[in-house]
């Protein structure tokens, strides 16, 4: 089944701790994001990629890093630097940047505690 | 600020009743309006979708009405069964953005039986 996995679904950390989420796809899209999703606040874009080894920086970048190694991989670090990490994360693909639609993940909740 | 301001943040319908989520823009150049529904522990999912070109689509139950002049376009549910309650989104994008969405804050529906 084609599909866009993420891991780990929950993840706690304590508060000063980078933190690596995992999203990796098997759709053969180009295009892939990071969406934080708060309560009442919607989906925010972090970061997307067009391409493997390029990514641009979304709406609310602080704090997070990407790589883009790999065309099927886009993991997301969330870095000691972000002040409120706590939140849902969800990883999305598309075809490439004209297609509109987006598949997303099942999401990874990070709590800091 | 939100690029696409959605309302109401919630509400409650009947069995066969209709819901009505509505979302408003400013930016101009935005030309894919999508709905993407999302149940509790899961990613967002592609409801449906409309641009500009037509002011009206239909599929099955769902209708997204669009108003290029005022720049608003809502969601309609008819007959709307307890499995469609969930969180919807509102969003948009512009064939430039390279995909990226702009999301509105959501709407929770419950739908009573």
């Known amino acids: 089944d084609g599909g866009i996995t993420q891991s780990p679904k929950y993840l706690f950390r304590k508060e000063g701790q980078n933190v690596t989420l995992s999203c990796e796809q098997n759709l053969n899209h180009d295009a892939m994001y990071w969406y934080r999703q708060d309560p009442g606040q919607g989906l925010r874009l972090i970061y997307y990629?067009?391409?493997?080894?390029?990514?641009q920086k979304g709406d609310i970048a602080e704090g997070y890093s990407v790589s883009r190694e790999k065309k099927e991989s886009f993991p997301l670090t969330v870095t000691s630097a972000q002040k409120n990490p706590t939140a849902f994360y969800l990883c999305a693909s598309s075809i490439n940047r004209v297609s509109g639609e987006l598949f997303f993940g099942e999401g990874s909740r990070l709590t800091v505690l | 600020q939100q690029q696409v301001k959605q309302s109401p943040q919630s509400l409650i319908v009947q069995k066969g009743g209709i819901s009505i989520i509505n979302c408003a823009y400013e930016n101009t150049a935005f030309d894919y309006f999508p709905w993407y529904q999302q149940f509790p522990g899961k990613g967002p999912a592609l409801l449906i979708a409309i641009r500009p070109d037509v002011s009206e689509k239909k599929e099955g139950r769902f209708t997204i009405s669009f108003n290029k002049s005022a720049k608003q376009f809502s969601l309609h549910i008819m007959d709307s069964q307890p499995g469609d309650s969930a969180t919807y989104f509102c969003?948009?994008?512009?064939?430039?953005?390279?995909?990226?969405?702009?999301f509105g804050a959501g709407t929770q529906v419950v739908v009573t039986p």
């Open positions: 969003a948009a994008s512009s064939t430039d953005s390279w995909g990226k969405l702009q």
């Open positions: 990629s067009q391409i493997v080894n390029d990514f």
